[in-house]
């Protein structure tokens, strides 16, 4: 597994923004939270503006591995060492929609525990969120693109399921023939098309880079325990339960574990792994993803409405939870800043649990 020879250092100026980034900040903000509004209106309790439904809520350790060469001991993974963190299983549309709806799926983890200088707005905090979809690609070019489609979901929220369930099964079937030429789509996925394979065989990228200590990376988390691997494409019949995902992973996790690693990918340098190119996959035959840390979770309730309440209403998520040696780069990373903080500020002043950065998870619902 290839580690770049000199890998690309870090500098601010290698990420400055642009003169409309602000214009377009402002309009990716407002169309998130009319996705909150609407699905308030409609249900009486905020949601988030994306990845609403979740399918698994679990606890879990994070050990950072020792004996990692210099490049790759950096920031929170300078130094080995055992953190309690969250991950929260979930599927991107803004409203809850039934399973039969396949939709790209994500995996937030957020550790607890760590030290470090804290970036702006998570002062005080010590947690570190890294936000992953199963995809190591962008669905859009930039954030104007970003915003096009943003718009599209925004209007269809809370409308039309049944048209949602038919347009995602022929989706799904347009994906298959995509893929039987050694091609796939993030399009057709995001709209419906993806693939209902098991949630846990999938692999989950950040997809946009981040500062790591003196360098710069992606993060990839990656199923390593044999029972997740056995899963990895494994077709999850969707049938008429609206929540087969979700029940899915409640089931795995009655009798067993799982573990993952997390990975990081260095940048070799900015011509061939740009910082601010959403759609440019990093090549791995150049700098592959190395393991870093390693994720366990024990046998335990994977999703309860205690669970739920405790994280899907208690607890933001955001890459920008954070400290300054793992800062967010690029255009649409500064964005999510802003747009988290929103949605995060909404759900707080609306629902009867406030939404907080834990010091701690030893009170979590088992």
């Given at each position: 597994m290839p580690l770049p020879l000199t890998p690309q250092r870090y500098s601010p100026d290698l990420d400055l923004p642009g003169p409309e980034e602000a214009r377009t900040a402002a309009d990716i903000v407002r169309t998130l939270l009319e996705i909150s509004q609407k699905t308030y209106a409609d249900g009486g309790h905020a949601l988030r503006s994306?990845?609403?439904?979740?399918?698994?809520?679990?606890?879990?350790?994070?050990?950072?591995?020792?004996?990692?060469?210099?490049?790759?001991?950096?920031?929170?993974?300078a130094r080995p060492g055992k953190?309690?963190?969250?991950?929260?299983?979930?599927?991107?549309?803004?409203?809850?929609?039934?399973?039969?709806?396949?939709?790209?799926r994500g995996v937030a983890l957020k550790i607890v525990g760590v030290e470090g200088e804290r970036l702006e707005g998570s002062e005080g905090a010590t947690t570190q969120d890294f936000i992953t979809v199963n995809g190591p690609q962008f669905n859009a070019p930039n954030a104007k693109a970003f915003l096009s489609s943003l718009k599209l979901l925004a209007a269809t929220t809370d409308r039309a399921p049944g048209a949602k369930k038919v347009a995602s099964a022929i989706l799904r079937n347009v994906e298959k023939v995509i893929e039987a030429f050694g091609s796939e789509s993030a399009a057709a996925k995001s709209l419906g098309g993806e693939p209902p394979n098991h949630i846990l065989g999938e692999t989950f990228f950040a997809q946009l880079p981040l500062r790591y200590g003196d360098y710069i990376a992606k993060i990839q988390i990656a199923p390593v325990a044999?029972?997740?691997?056995?899963?990895?494409?494994?077709?999850?019949?969707?049938?008429?339960?609206?929540?087969?995902?979700?029940?899915?992973v409640i089931d795995y996790f009655r009798t067993h574990s799982a573990v993952w690693e997390l990975r990081v990918q260095l940048c070799a340098d900015l011509e061939s792994m740009p910082i601010d190119a959403p759609k440019k996959v990093w090549d791995e035959s150049v700098s592959s993803f190395i393991p870093v840390a390693r994720i366990t979770a024990l046998p335990q309730l994977a999703w309860s409405a205690a669970r739920s309440a405790a994280i899907d209403d208690g607890m933001g998520f955001s890459p920008w939870h954070a400290v300054q040696a793992h800062r967010p780069l690029g255009e649409l990373m500064r964005m999510r800043k802003t747009a988290y903080d929103r949605s995060q500020q909404f759900r707080t002043e609306r629902n009867r649990t406030p939404v907080r950065e834990p010091a701690t998870l030893d009170d979590l619902p088992q």
């Open positions: 994306v990845h609403a439904k979740s399918h698994g809520l679990l606890q879990a350790e994070v050990e950072v591995l020792g004996g990692l060469p210099p490049a790759l001991a950096q920031g929170i993974f953190y309690p963190a969250v991950m929260r299983f979930s599927t991107i549309p803004g409203d809850i929609l039934s399973d039969s709806v396949s939709t790209p044999p029972e997740l691997l056995a899963l990895t494409d494994a077709p999850l019949e969707l049938g008429d339960s609206p929540d087969v995902i979700r029940e899915a």
